[in-house]
């Protein structure tokens, strides 16, 4: 979607407000100016004979603002119809001649019938004329209503359509403020899109290195009774390591303590402890072994004190 587009897109969503009303009133009022007609007491005090009759002031002129505001009130039109009324407004101005000249309510009148038009082109539905008239507050008659409505059309040669361009054209003093938003807005999404751009972790390879170093250089682990196991503490991984059984075939797995590393191996006040015969001759006959130890000699655990 193109930057007008989108700001077209934004302003269509908008409600009708006071800027729209005193832009539509403007326009209105450059299409074709009006000969204001003097009052009977503002007329030559010389009487001309015959005499004159007396210019009677009509008192159903309102202004073309409050007009507007009362036509928008009681059809509660929206946005993109209201505003696609400028796009037959524009128009007339180009076609009318610059020496033409309207009475009190031609801008009255030409408004309305810019909005049926736009009403009855963009819409699937729209009001009859004689809601139309019924909304100008007795300001215009059914029949005036049909009459500007057709004059309205062959100024314009029948010829409704309203382009892209068009809008685009007439919509301008409110779509560059919008269009400048979105900018500013895309920017800033920028920017911090940016910022929030970090580098991927990557596991550094010497903590790989090491956990691999530790995992190949752990002790095979030692069994012991209940008794003797609660006071065993070893600083690093042990492992327990079986022999081969053609009967019962089985791969244990790795047990691993807690390591102490706060403590220094040579502070540490070591005993030796002769293991019990009847947990060793135990361990015999599952046949199993300890690589630490010599295969001749009496088992024995080293123990913190």
Known sequence: MSLDREALHHFVKKPVSTSMVSFLVSTTESVISIRSSKPYSQLSSAYPSPPASPVEETSKSVSLFSFVKGLIRHSRVQTPT??????????????????????????HRI?????????????????FNKCWAAYTDGLLTLKEVNTLEREMIGYLGWDLRVTEQDIMN???????????????????????????????????????KLAQSNSASSVPSLSSSASTASNLSTSSALTTVVESDPVHDFKPRPLRLKSITNLQ??????QVVNV??????????????????????????????
């Open 111 to 127: 408004f309305l019938g810019a909005l049926i038009l736009a009403a009855k082109s963009l819409n699937d539905s729209s009001p």
């Open 265 to 270: 191996y040579n502070q540490r006040k070591l």
């Open 276 to 305: 019990d015969p009847k947990v060793e001759e135990y361990s015999k006959s599952k046949r199993q072994s300890f690589n630490v130890f010599g295969n001749n000699q009496p088992a024995r655990i080293i123990v913190e004190s």
């Open 170 to 208: 007439c919509f301008a003093p409110f779509l560059a403020p919008i269009r400048e938003k979105i900018m500013r807005t895309n920017e800033e999404r920028l920017q911090a899109s940016r910022q929030l751009l970090l580098p991927t972790p990557v596991e550094p390879l010497a903590i790989r």
């Open 82 to 107: 209201l505003m696609a009324s400028l796009v037959y407004l524009v128009k007339l101005r180009s076609i009318l001649p610059a020496n033409s000249h309207g009475v009190d309510t031609t801008h």
